[in-house]
């Protein structure tokens, strides 16, 4: 069955603390997304990938890294956490080389810096 | 960038009654998607929308798409307290490869 699924799914961390957050997709998918969700905003995109290797830049990358180690795998890193980064963070992945590229999102991951 | 936009921030209705939520995008686009997300869960796709598309069905949902006037808008028929969810357009942009760019989405509230 299709999947993505984001670990942990809860964080507590403090100012200046480093977080990994971690999304495996099972679907073969060739694209994976980091997006965080905020009241007002939406769900801003804030890395994406179309391969392992491969990285691209979103809308609100500024202190996030993000790494695509294999086709099922991508990292979500925070190296110096700040309070502003407290969200609710989404993975998703899809395959643009289908007709109907729906993605299919992880159930969320949401951090606080305090 | 926002490139797409929902048109309010909420709307409440009464089961039984129909909504219809509002979307304008920026871009040229090729296709729009439009999403519902319910508490505690990620977004899911409900229709997308092809730009050479005018309309498009989903058993009690209807989208349609307006390229001239860049905007779209989802209606709901016949709703159910079920129903009640955030609702989000969203379309691609091609920026070094496919981005996924949500609009800010709309509270839709259905009470019995």
């Known amino acids: 069955e299709a999947a993505v699924t984001q670990s942990p799914r809860n964080k507590v961390t403090v100012t200046g603390g480093n977080v990994t957050l971690s999304c495996r997709q099972t679907n073969s998918h060739n694209y994976m997304y980091w997006y965080r969700q905020d009241t007002g905003h939406g769900l801003r995109l804030i890395h994406y990938?179309?391969?392992?290797?491969?990285?691209q830049i979103g809308d609100v990358p500024d202190g996030y890294k993000a790494t695509r180690t294999t086709q099922e795998d991508f990292f979500l890193l925070l190296e110096l956490a700040s309070p502003s980064q407290t969200s609710l963070y989404f993975c998703?992945?899809?395959?643009?080389?289908?007709?109907?590229?729906?993605?299919?999102f992880g159930e969320g991951t949401r951090l606080s810096v305090l | 960038s926002q490139l797409a936009e929902e048109n309010l921030w909420a709307l409440s209705v009464h089961e039984g009654e129909s909504v219809t939520v509002n979307c304008s995008y920026k871009t040229s686009i090729t296709a729009l998607q439009w999403y519902r997300q319910k508490s505690g869960e990620g977004p899911a796709q409900l229709i997308l929308?092809?730009?050479?598309?005018r309309e498009k069905r989903n058993g009690r949902l209807r989208a349609t798409l307006d390229t001239s006037s860049q905007s779209s808008s989802l209606s709901i028929t016949a709703t159910r307290c079920e129903d009640t969810a955030v609702y989000f357009c969203?379309?691609?942009?091609?920026?070094?490869?496919?981005?996924?760019?949500f609009g800010t989405g709309t509270t839709v509230s259905v009470s019995p």
């Open positions: 990938s179309y391969g392992a290797g491969n990285l």
């Open positions: 969203a379309t691609v942009t091609y920026q070094g490869g496919r981005a996924l760019i």
């Open positions: 929308i092809r730009s050479n598309e």
């Open positions: 998703a992945s899809s395959d643009s080389r289908t007709d109907n590229q729906a993605p299919l």
